[in-house]
Structures are given as structure tokens and as C-alpha cells.
């Protein structure tokens, strides 16, 4: 159960981005131009030259960018569909995709690439890599989580339990 309800939280966040940022294109389009243009940074000129100021190839890396989540979103949906119908092979596999899809896109992308290529670090107004750590971080915890083996906190528990009823039967035995 915590594998679909996990599963499903990011699918519905996954989506509701992607939603956003295509019916309110202009926001996060201005938030990507202004990362790769690099204007609110240092201006270091040893850095400078990493700049994209073309507004073709920076609306073309946001239109990607919203491509990627949407496809994660869609994973995502179906892995929950998965968990949901108890397909617990086909949904490890497919939520392990929509969770890499989200590490590539939060981890390679806006945290090294926009935060260290493009050193979205230095800008005080379009810093985007708390969000995207968080987005990272939780991916990674969701996909710890679907991968632990199944069913072994209740064999642990019945071992346990096992394990002092026996107990009790010999210390039981030992006082007759």
C-alpha cells in the first residue's frame, strides 16, 4: 500500500507541474530563460560563456523539460495503476522509470546542470535547486521504498513472534 499511495503522490505532483507549466506557459518559461541566459548570476566572465541567450533554444529546452514531465507523469500513473491491480513485478519496473525519469530530470537537470552549469546557485531571484532537491530526495526515498522486498516486515514480525513463543515454551518446560 505505501508503494501505490508514494507512487501515486508523485504522479500527482509529476502532473500537476506539467499541467502548470503548460497552462501557465509563460511563468517557468520566464524562470528557463533566465537560467540559461545566466543574467542574475556573478557574470563571471570565465562562466559567462556557458550562456544561452537564443530565446529559440531556451523555449526549446522548456517545451523538453515539459515533454519529460509529462511523460514521468504518465509512468507514474500507470506504475499506481499497477501497485493498485497488485501487478507488483510490472509495477516495481514501470514506477522505477517515472522515478529515474524524475531523478534525471530534477537531479542532472536543474540541480547539475541549471545549478552548476548554468550556476543558478549564484541568482538571488531564479534559484530553483531547493525545489528540485526536495523533488529529488523524495524520488530517491519512493524508490527505496518500492524496491524493499515484499512481505518481509510481516516475516519479521512472525519471526519474532515465533521466536517468543518458543521462548516461553521452553522457559515453560524448564520450570516443570
Do not use: C
Request: glycine share 6%; hydrophobic share 55%; charged share 15%.
Amino acid at each position: 500500500m505505501a508503494a501505490t499511495l508514494l507512487t501515486a503522490t508523485l504522479a500527482l505532483y509529476t502532473a500537476l507541474v506539467a499541467l502548470g507549466n503548460i497552462t501557465d506557459f509563460d511563468s517557468n518559461q520566464q524562470f528557463v530563460r533566465h537560467v540559461l541566459a545566466m543574467d542574475t548570476t556573478f557574470k563571471d566572465d570565465d562562466l559567462m560563456w556557458r550562456a544561452i541567450t537564443s530565446k529559440s533554444l531556451q523555449d526549446t529546452a522548456y517545451v523538453a523539460i515539459i515533454a519529460w514531465e509529462t511523460l514521468a507523469a504518465l509512468v507514474l500513473v500507470a506504475g499506481t495503476w499497477l501497485w493498485a491491480r497488485r501487478d507488483l513485478e510490472r509495477a516495481r519496473r514501470v514506477s522505477t522509470y517515472g522515478l529515474l525519469m524524475l531523478m534525471l530530470l530534477f537531479g542532472a537537470g536543474f540541480i547539475a546542470i541549471g545549478g552548476e552549469w548554468f550556476a543558478m546557485w549564484q541568482s538571488d531571484d531564479w534559484n530553483g535547486l531547493d525545489a528540485a532537491t526536495r523533488v529529488f530526495m523524495l524520488s530517491g526515498v519512493v524508490l527505496l521504498v518500492i524496491h524493499l522486498p515484499v512481505g518481509a516486515p510481516a516475516r519479521a514480525v512472525a519471526g519474532a513472534a515465533a521466536a517468543v513463543v518458543d521462548a516461553e515454551i521452553k522457559a515453560a518446560k524448564s520450570t516443570d
